[in-house]
């Protein structure tokens, strides 16, 4: 699969945005990582990673339920 790079940095254009995962989050009710992923469509460790992220950035929260986690906005 080509990726396509941006005309100005030369990096690599982002397959998976923030956005995508914000939007999967706000459109799911109280989704695990497993529902972001599946709708993002990426693996499963990506998403876990990414939600991470966001949430340190304080864009998204996080609830512990058992041994996983669930994602608010």
Known sequence: ????????????????????????????????TKEVADSVGCSYTLAYHRLHNLAEQNQISKVEVGNSFAWTS
């Open 1 to 32: 699969m080509d990726r396509d790079r941006d005309g100005e940095t030369g990096k690599f254009s982002e397959e998976y945005p923030d956005e995508a995962f914000l939007d999967a989050v706000d459109s799911l009710d109280f989704p695990s």
